[in-house]
């Protein structure tokens, strides 16, 4: 099976095959290795790699892989080949278009910092969430013009809940 | 000694008072908010009563609900742990009317230190060194201009009531002295209710270091030492030792004295803290003093090998200090990190949500303080800071070796944590050489520079293909099985699977 | 220093070696049987070698197989931990004869130390009290009846290759002579293929105390005092505590330069521990000498501030001990409890299985040392010794209500451990009052008369009711969602619901 | 719902009802009180009653329920009363009849000390097991005949495994 994966702005190709019970045949990039892979934990999993051992945790949503290997996080974005290959520039890529900005944890809305019709710059401030006594900005993933706003302040929002629109 | 003690706090300070008390005991009584039915301090305490919703101005900052519980629940003392009601005069007052016994300092000490230009005043004439600044309130910007003038800049701008980094405002130059009076005179007044203002010398990159003080009722003062807290992100401390790095013998014991000095001023009972910021030469100065337990207690507790909140109990209790002076050392080296619920690489933004997967680093040298559970929420109302780790070494380099290997043991899952971000700073030269100021993070924290260094890119690859190929067969028993009648829970799972199905999902049969 | 460590061990100790290697930047390399594939110990390592099957005479005790992996990933030092290979000489020697270093002392002391009667001899020579015995082999009935004449009844036979427990056998007079000749004999032949045999007085009642003792290679030696041994089963330790409880600090002085003057005389280099046994007038006598880390060297230390771990590694590598006599002091008290996977309620079987959830007592104070992890597998192969928890307090008696904090938080699910018989031994009142020998288990358990204590029966009720009524919720969804198409991973679990349906389902439908 | 449930020597009646989301009305032998009981765990729950607060891990196979409450075992056994008056005397009552024994863990068999036809007392040892370097003996849980015998020295068994029949 085979996978494209992003980590940071690189993209590999992920070859995957089990050919024993939880032992893979991995190639990344070509470049081919075999994988001693326990799942032992939900999210756990013991990988033996030419004797390397390896203790990680892999959590995902979608196709988005948080994975912790030696105290450290990759974030990887990994997708079928195939769906790649039928869905065209998928996942991971440049956003483009209409985007939906959510507010990344449950809070407070405290202000919110721009209006329907507004040109805002990538990064740019859009509205200000309070949690946990603290205040945090949530920024424009591109640069574009603000759409739809969803939220005043005073609200009380869930995580994920959306927050406005911009194109 | 007493029977029952109350404990108005939760997460991890409520239960590491619990704790104390189950090995003295005592019977722990939990209150709880509506948010914190299933938290830890309510599972661990002997008692549990609930006190109003979510918000912590409608629970745990009701005296009245407070005093209520300790009467119907036959508590004899309250432990205010640190935070919420710790250092409110009034409640202090209003236990010791209801004759219950506040365990913490009497109500006028915590009013005179909860004062800062009350404090500064007090302590100055106690001898004890301070910032320059002015001698006492100031309301008019002429007034704040003149102090400035003569203290010479830069100085710091404050409001009295303010603290935890707000209400206050660094001025350069006499240009940003107006518009500093406006701001700070603005917060002041609307957010604390308090328009009184003071101002400060601007010590450069102070480091953040402070005494451990233990006072008992008949007048026995000593001292615990010092920790440095000079790690900080946005005035919190994100890291503690004890003792301070670098710091000279003579200045650690003047430290000492002084404290002690300072303590015995105000007629200090119990454990406190004063507060002190150190400049490059090693002179000091007093900040503030707490009156109360601090989050860092544990790095004191661990070199000097006293139990703090034991020790808070029993002088609550009428006890004698049992310790001499001369009976404290500080034995090797301790480092606390501060476990928040947080993302380091999004601007330190706070995650509450449930803590999916919890296993705690253990072994030799090491200690947990936690107030979450897996499986536990981390609700949105409170203080973002979920656990504590304290390492403990022969010395400094051992005991930050050991936090290094036990960080690497940490995993929580479900929520983010800056347990990447303490890793990073114990790698750092700087730290490595003791070499902090309280501008160490702002300093050297770059968090997309970091973001690029893979080590083990093809290890990580590997393992999200394999959790990819066990998510698919998985979710391959999970279609096989939605044919069944399914009841009213089954929903959402069955909608988030058509969700993640949806648009490509030819790709995920084989 | 030595860049790769092999750990020729398992379980906790496997784990606890290699944090230490971590802490010192060492890499550590695991070797693993087929049972242990997923093993913490194996998780933990940096490298990892399959060295054969489950049983351990087919594994871990293969010594081709070590020195094999050796050489294969390049590891200049062995590890032993205890039990397996610590305390073989052919292993030593081997490592030797391969340039591998041996952390541990030289094939010569193991072989001298590992036979009881060259090492009653050695250290007798060396000024060291043994107990009154055989001075050499004997062999014949007569000699033991002779023998056992002279020093007088009661009196031990023991076999000079026995251990733990087996090739002994207590002789109370003349009459039971014979049989016990006939008894330790055979087995001696048969168990231990080694028919040598000794007779040594047997001590009334004694306490079980060894001291902790750590040399170098340049003829510097120290010892970290005392722990006492004495609660046992089955002559398998069970608590440990440093210091000794109730030990005249004359009789303490002096054991400590006794156990040095008998680490001398055997030119000991490493962490050794020698043994004594102590009457209940202070009087001791020696024992023998564990030329190996001990299960219990955790309390050490706990109280004299000492990675021993780390220090065998340091020695090892050729370094000095950076601590004099003077150095070392014993601070507080710490007690060691063993988590064994086994059943006090039914003779203390072994409940090998799998660990479905493990929740660690955490908190001031204390340390765990485990071997497994929630979801790992406890094997039938090997030792019943899941894990320690270490507490410290002050003195004796806050260590032990820390601990009996600590044990009330212990949670381990799907096996059954020996948490609640450590709960009895604490609350027992010659526990408490340090009264404690050898035979505290045989003379004060009784597991029947414990069952019947129940403080929250109507709790407990209503626990087993409220998770019957989630239970049977559980179910109905179960068998709701069964008409589905299933995969075969689903059809055990079928087959169980319709098992536990089978005689009485009716009833469990509301 | 009404369960009858075994703790040692003694029966009880318990009576349940859920009055609230987690909130029970309990009775046991007519003494009655009101349980705010989550579940905060696979078997982990925190139960509240007047205000007592108590964290408790319950285990169970079938009717057996092991409640760990203040690091003390109780182990129950919990049928449903409808259950028990058309099984009749059934679960946690005095064994009698033809008894299967098996072998509470893994391990080896290393002895059978009785043959078939044997006359066994309740409690003699039956068969030596060795798991994890220790020998442990399985008892006979009545008093009566050794019908049939399963396994012979040398066998390894699997936890559960049939050893042999006592009548």
Request: hydrophobic share 40%; aromatic share 6%.
């Amino acid at each position: 099976m085979a996978f494209i994966g992003k980590l940071g702005d690189q993209t590999f190709t992920v070859d995957i095959e089990e050919t024993g019970k939880s032992v893979y045949r991995v190639s990344v990039d070509g470049n081919e290795f075999i994988v001693d892979g326990k799942k032992t934990g939900r999210t756990n999993y013991s990988l033996i790699v030419d004797n390397r051992s390896f203790e990680i945790e892999v959590d995902n949503t979608d196709d988005e892989y948080r994975v912790l290997v030696d105290g450290r996080n990759y974030h990887i974005n990994l997708v079928d080949e195939r769906r790649v290959r039928v869905g065209g520039a998928q996942g991971g890529l440049e956003l483009q278009g209409r985007q939906k900005v959510v507010v990344p944890m449950p809070g407070k809305i405290i202000a919110v910092l721009v209006s329907e019709g507004d040109q805002v710059e990538k990064g740019q401030g859009l509205v200000i969430v309070e949690a946990m006594k603290m205040e945090n900005e949530v920024h424009s993933p591109i640069t574009g013009e603000i759409k739809e706003i969803k939220v005043k302040p005073g609200d009380t929002v869930e995580g994920g809940a959306l927050l406005l629109i911009v194109e | 000694m007493f029977k029952r003690i109350l404990i108005a706090n939760r997460g991890e300070i409520a239960v590491r008072i619990a704790r104390a008390c189950r090995e003295l005991d005592i019977e722990s009584i939990a209150v709880y908010s509506e948010a914190d039915r299933e938290s830890l301090h309510v599972k661990y305490a002997d008692y549990a009563y609930l006190i109003g919703p979510a918000p912590s101005a409608q629970s745990y900052l009701v005296i009245d609900r407070i005093i209520d519980v300790c009467k119907k629940s036959g508590a004899e003392a309250v432990h205010p742990g640190y935070g919420f009601l710790a250092e409110n005069a009034k409640f202090a007052q209003r236990c010791k009317d209801e004759g219950i016994v506040f365990i913490g300092p009497s109500p006028e000490v915590i009013d005179q230190m909860g004062d800062k230009v009350k404090a500064r005043q007090i302590m100055k004439a106690a001898g004890v060194p301070v910032v320059p600044g002015s001698d006492g309130i100031l309301t008019s910007e002429a007034e704040v201009l003149e102090t400035m003038e003569q203290i010479g800049y830069p100085c710091m701008l404050k409001a009295v009531a303010g603290g935890g980094g707000k209400g206050l405002r660094l001025v350069r130059s006499r240009r940003e002295v107006v518009s500093a009076y406006r701001a700070v005179g603005s917060e002041a007044s609307s957010s604390f209710g308090d328009p009184r203002l003071y101002v400060e010398k601007f010590i450069v990159k102070p480091r953040h270091v402070e005494i451990q003080v233990l006072a008992d009722s008949y007048g026995r003062v000593i001292h615990l030492f010092d920790r440095e807290c000079s790690i900080q992100r946005r005035h919190q401390k994100v890291i503690e030792e004890s003792p301070a790095p670098g710091l000279e013998d003579r200045t650690r014991r003047r430290l000492g004295r002084i404290a002690i000095q300072g303590a015995r001023a105000v007629g200090y009972v119990g454990a406190g803290t004063l507060e002190f910021l150190l400049d490059s030469e090693q002179n000091f100065y007093f900040l503030e003093m707490n009156t109360r337990l601090q989050v860092e207690h544990a790095v004191t507790e661990r070199v000097v090998g006293i139990d703090l909140v034991k020790a808070q109990i029993e002088i609550a209790a009428g006890g004698y200090l049992p310790w001499r002076q001369r009976h404290i050392t500080q034995t090797g080296h301790a480092i606390e990190c501060r476990i928040y619920a947080e993302d380091p690489e999004r601007d330190f933004m706070p995650c509450p949500g449930r803590i999916e997967g919890l296993r705690l680093p253990e072994g030799l040298g090491l200690r947990n303080d936690n107030g979450v559970y897996e499986g536990a929420e981390v609700p949105i109302y409170y203080d973002p800071m979920i656990a504590k780790l304290i390492t403990w070494g022969e010395n400094r380099i051992e005991a930050i070796l050991r936090m290094r290997r036990a960080l690497r043991e940490y995993q929580v899952r479900g929520i983010k944590t800056n347990i990447s971000f303490h890793q990073w700073i114990l790698r750092h030269p700087r730290f490595m050489s003791g070499d902090v100021n309280t501008g160490f993070i702002d300093e050297e924290f770059k968090p997309k520079a970091n973001e690029e260094v893979y080590p083990h890119k093809e290890i990580a690859l590997a393992s999200a293909a394999i959790a990819a190929l066990h998510g698919e067969h998985e979710r391959t028993l999970g279609i096989l099985a939605k044919g069944a009648a399914e009841p009213s829970k089954w929903r959402q799972q069955r909608a988030s699977l058509r969700r993640s199905a949806a648009p490509g999902s030819r790709g995920w049969r084989r």
